[in-house]
């Protein structure tokens, strides 16, 4: 008698402890709803966005940036959902679920999106903002004549240009190969995208450059397939290169962007005041993704010396050397895909 005496109160104190967990759990949620900011109004806009980065990259972090910033603004009137690692498909294919409104939004390096709007092959051209400064190179993408030619050219595709974020930082090189002078380039078989102007630069250096899909990159550097390839420094440590490359090479020859396209339609149908909000939220996470970029240029850089890897920094008058092999080859080139008002622009962008 006693044990089921001790064991009906045991069960009316178990009974006690939650109604007062159930009471505690409800004023926090209560009070976390009331300090919630309000929806700006009772329309709901969703946008999905996806990207080729892996997660915690800069292109996803950027990303979840903006999500935090405009459904905070926003007050949930506005979401964002992030899919990462081409979950949504390739480059080209999510450009065309863009295009079609399938999808909402992309941040993205820009290099895949040159097929459906040429403007953009300008930033092909090697060494084109060599030595200049992140407040004069972000003037030259978001406040020239030619970013003015881009954005109509992304409008009458479909697109709408947000903004292109920069920290002044570059594709550089990594190697199995020591590498100090122009004529060290001779021969290297190199790994670089899809890229007929890619391609062209590195061939007027003497290179041998050769297309590899990024996912078979690490097996054909460890294989020796090729002696080198070239990304930004935060997607080559996260690739894990230091692991099967012996040389960082500081080549800083083609510009690290992230840009920021949204559909236009989607983009066009709200209300002026939610507008207002996504372009504020885009602007602070574009501050962010550049103070991560700046971040990475130099925390990733160390990790991938600390690593193991060697840094050879080119002297100037190499750098100098190699602009002036190939600067003109890949600009008569690109010149074919943009046509000469464009690349007028954009020349006249760089000297103003």
């Known amino acids: 008698m006693m044990r089921k005496k001790l064991l009906a109160v045991g069960m ?3 009974m006690l402890l939650v109604s007062a967990c159930g009471t505690n759990n409800s004023k926090q949620q209560n009070g976390a709803s009331q ?5 700006i109004g009772e329309e709901k806009f969703d946008y999905i966005f996806g990207h080729g980065a ?5 292109g996803d972090l950027y990303c979840h940036k903006f999500k935090e910033l405009v459904e905070a603004k926003s007050g949930g009137a506005i979401t964002v959902e992030v899919y990462s690692g081409n979950q949504l498909g390739t480059y080209g294919e999510m450009m065309q679920s863009l295009q079609n409104g399938d999808i909402g939004g992309m941040i993205f390096q820009p290099s895949p999106a040159v097929s459906f709007v040429p403007e953009l092959a300008v ?4 060494y084109a903002f060599l030595g200049m400064k992140q407040d004069k190179i972000d003037k030259v993408l978001n406040n020239s004549k030619y970013a003015d030619m881009l954005r109509k050219s992304f409008a009458d595709k479909g697109y709408k240009y ?10 550089e090189t990594t190697s199995n190969k020591e590498i100090h002078k122009v004529e060290d380039f001779q021969g290297l078989k190199i790994r670089t995208l899809e890229n007929n102007n890619h391609i062209e630069f590195w061939k007027s250096i003497g290179a041998n450059p050769t297309p590899i899909a990024f996912g078979e990159l690490y097996l054909s550097l460890q294989q020796h397939l090729v002696d080198a390839q070239e990304n930004p420094y935060d997607t080559a440590l996260n690739a894990g290169f230091p692991e ?25 149908s709200m209300p ?7 372009d504020e939220a885009a602007a602070e996470a574009k501050k962010y993704a550049e103070d991560v970029m700046k971040k990475s240029a130099v925390d990733d850089r160390k990790k991938m010396i600390a690593a193991g890897m060697q840094d050879i920094e080119l002297d100037q008058s190499v750098l100098q050397k190699l602009k002036e092999m190939s600067f003109d080859k890949v600009t008569d080139q690109v010149r074919s895909q943009v046509g000469d008002s464009t690349m007028q622009a954009f020349l006249e962008a760089l000297k103003n």
Do not use: G
Request: proline share 5%; no cysteine; net charge positive.
């Open 12 to 14: 009316m104190l178990i």
């Open 35 to 39: 300090n919630a900011a309000k929806p």
């Open 54 to 58: 892996a997660e915690k990259s800069i």
């Open 123 to 126: 930033l092909d051209i090697p």
């Open 162 to 171: 947000v903004s292109m974020a920069q920290a002044a930082s570059f594709r």
């Open 244 to 268: 099967v490359q012996k040389y960082l090479v500081e080549t800083h020859h083609i510009l690290y962007p992230n840009i920021f396209l949204v559909n236009k339609a989607k983009y066009d």
């Open 272 to 278: 002026d005041n939610y507008k207002k909000v996504f």
